[in-house]
C-alpha cells in the first residue's frame, strides 16, 4: 500500500529534480519509507498545485514559465481548520485513562498525519524530509516555491 508523495520543493527552481526513487529510498528507507518508484510529476504537481489554490495560496509563472506558489497564514490556517476543530473536541472530551494509554494515538494523527503525504526541502542549506503538514506549518509566507520531483513512498 502506498503512503503517499514525496513532493521535492524548493525556494530555488535550480535545486529541483535532484532526487529520484532510488535516492529517495538510500536516505529515507527503514525511518519513513520501505521503498520508493519515480512518476512523472506532471499530474501530482497539477493536483497538489489546485489543492493550495483551493485554500487560497497564491499560484502564478516566473519569467521563465516555471509555476510557482506562496502560502499565506491565511492558506495555513485553512488547511489546519477542521482538524484544529476535532483536536479541541476530542480533547475537551478525553479522560486521563485515554491521555495516559494508546487512545492518544487519534490526537496524534490530527496534530500531525505522519503517514501521507510528505516533502524534501530541496534547498541547498535546508536539505530535510518533513512531512506535508510540517512544511505547511514551517513554510514561509509570501515566499515562492517551486516542485520538482515527485516519488510515491511505499
Known amino acids: 500500500m502506498a503512503r ?15 532526487m529520484d526513487a532510488d535516492e529517495a ?4 528507507a527503514t525511518n519513513e ?29 516566473d519569467e521563465e514559465g516555471r509555476k510557482q506558489f506562496q502560502i499565506s497564514e491565511q492558506v ?3 488547511y489546519f481548520h477542521d482538524r484544529f476543530h476535532a483536536m479541541k473536541q476530542m480533547v475537551e472530551q478525553m479522560t486521563l485513562e485515554t491521555f495516559s494509554c494508546d ?3 487519534k490526537l496524534q ?3 500531525e498525519e505522519s503517514y501521507d503525504n510528505a516533502v524534501y526541502l530541496g534547498d541547498y542549506e535546508n536539505n530535510k524530509f518533513l512531512s506535508f ?6 513554510a514561509e509566507t509570501n515566499i515562492s516555491y517551486y516542485i520538482g ?3 510515491l513512498m511505499h
Open 33 to 61: 519509507f520501505e521503498w520508493s518508484e519515480d512518476l512523472n510529476p506532471e499530474e501530482p504537481q497539477k493536483d497538489l498545485l489546485e489543492f493550495l489554490e483551493q485554500l487560497g495560496a497564491k499560484i502564478s509563472v
Open 25 to 28: 529510498t538510500l536516505r529515507y
Open 133 to 138: 503538514d510540517q512544511f505547511i506549518r514551517e
Open 4 to 18: 503517499g508523495y514525496l513532493y521535492e520543493i524548493a525556494k530555488n527552481p535550480e535545486c529541483l529534480f535532484c
Open 76 to 78: 495555513k490556517q485553512r
Open 103 to 105: 487512545g492518544i494515538s
Open 149 to 151: 520531483s515527485v516519488i
Open 109 to 111: 494523527e490530527l496534530l
